[in-house]
């Protein structure tokens, strides 16, 4: 089973620690949608300082959900250039297509 994954990379000017709190943010939104435990369940995502990457999987409902309000929130906050986004494909850890936020 494929999973759908989004790596979102920052630039050196964006702070990771408002990176993280955004991350923070949409998981509270997803639990206004679809309640803790679910998003406890579903909503796999990695934040890799080093990197400067965040990682969020988006194969199940709650893991759409907290990608789009991820990139709508660092859309509004940090400008449409302040980060990229990829789609994964995990099976072989490949970047297959570039997403344009």
Known sequence: M???L????????VPLEEI???LLLALWGAESLHGETQVRLDAAHFLDPD???CVIDAATPVGRDVNRLFVGFVQRE???NAFRVERV????NQQTQEVHA
């Open 2 to 4: 494929s999973k759908e």
């Open 6 to 13: 989004y790596r979102y990379t920052f630039g050196p000017h």
């Open 20 to 22: 993280e709190a955004t």
């Open 51 to 53: 990197r400067r990457a």
């Open 78 to 80: 940090f400008g449409d």
């Open 89 to 92: 494909d995990a099976a072989h």
